[in-house]
Every structure is written in structure tokens, then in C-alpha cells.
């Protein structure tokens, strides 16, 4: 189940796809793992403080909760859903 919130999707974004080769999070980053495959993306922190970040954030949590067995920041939505709103980011 997924939730939409619209943005473009721009060709150079900042967030990261890790590998599972690279499993380091750099300084000023955090790990976030999207959809129902849990990919994990390194994202940069500045992102909680944007307003549509917050909202995403906001949706996960009414929608799931925050309660993840697995650990780790997990937001269930669609990945283009994740990749829409933090190209939004990049550009602000």
C-alpha cells in the first residue's frame, strides 16, 4: 500500500541507493529503507527539516506507525513515491 505526493524526479539526486557492499553511512547522512523490498537509501539529515520530508514522515506514521521490528528507519510507501519527494528536496 502506497500513499502519492508529487514532485519530479530529477536526474542527479543526492540520496544514495546503497549496496549492500556499502553499508557505512557517511557523516551528515542517515539510512532509510523504502517499499516492500526495504532498499536502503542515505539520505542527508538537512532532510528532516523540510516540510515534505516531515510530511512523509507524518503519513508513515499515521499510516504504520514507527514501530518496525526490523530496525531502522522504514518508510513503506512506493520507491518513485520516496524518490518524487526527495528530488523535491534537492531542489529547494
Do not use: W
Not at 10 to 26: D, E, N, Y
Not at 27 to 32: D, S, T
Not at 78 to 91: D, G, K, P
Amino acid at each position: 500500500m502506497g500513499f502519492r505526493l508529487f514532485g519530479a524526479i530529477l536526474s542527479k539526486p543526492i540520496i544514495h541507493k546503497a549496496t549492500s557492499t556499502s553499508l557505512g553511512v557517511p557523516k551528515g547522512f542517515f539510512a532509510v529503507y523504502v517499499g516492500d523490498e526495504r532498499k536502503r537509501f542515505v539520505v542527508p539529515i538537512s532532510y528532516l527539516s523540510h516540510p515534505s520530508f516531515q510530511m512523509l514522515l507524518k503519513k508513515v506514521e499515521e499510516v504504520f506507525g514507527f514501530n518496525h521490528p526490523a530496525g531502522g528507519l522504514t518508510i513503506p510507501c512506493e520507491e518513485e513515491t520516496f524518490l518524487n519527494v526527495t528530488s523535491q528536496l534537492n531542489t529547494s
